[in-house]
Structure formats: structure tokens, C-alpha cells
């Protein structure tokens, strides 16, 4: 299995879903009184906004010869007061 990371793109919106779902359930199962049950615990709308954003980036992590994607992660980049590194 050869596998690539990429920048995701809009049309990975679906596919992050159903990752994402796996994992709300998981949290949902286990701890109710934290995670509620959801069809759609990310709306489209939200990751376009996060695609768009200057410090935030989503990679995923894709199978190269099916390109189905198998994880993803999303990193905000911010500068916190007080510091040392800016």
C-alpha cells in the first residue's frame, strides 16, 4: 500500500465526513455526556472556511493507487502573547 499526504481540497469534504463520523460515534458511545449523536458533525460550509483560512491548514493522508482517503488532520497555526518564539 502506497500512501501520499496531500493539502485536502473541497471535494474531500465527503470523505472527511465519513471519517469524522466514525469518530463522533466512537466519542458519542463512550461518553454521552460530552459527545452527542450527530449525522453531520461537520458541515461543509465550515470546511470551505477553514480551506480559506490563512492559518489553518488540513492535510489528508490518502492511498495513491485507490485514492481513497484513510486519515486526515487539521492544524491551526496561531502565535500565543507572551512567547518566546514569534
Do not use: C, W
Not at 453531520?40 to 495513491?64: A, F, G, M, S, W
Amino acid at each position: 500500500m502506497k500512501l501520499a499526504i496531500r493539502n485536502a481540497e473541497i471535494t474531500d469534504f465527503d470523505s472527511l465526513l465519513g471519517l469524522i463520523k466514525q469518530i463522533q460515534e466512537l466519542h458519542s458511545n463512550a461518553r454521552n455526556d460530552l459527545y452527542m449523536q450527530t449525522d453531520r458533525p461537520l458541515v461543509e460550509k465550515y470546511y470551505q472556511e477553514l480551506l480559506n483560512k490563512d492559518n489553518h491548514y488540513i492535510y489528508v493522508v490518502e492511498e495513491t493507487n485507490n485514492r481513497e482517503v484513510i486519515a486526515y488532520t487539521i492544524l491551526k497555526i496561531e502565535t500565543i502573547a507572551g512567547s518566546l518564539i514569534m
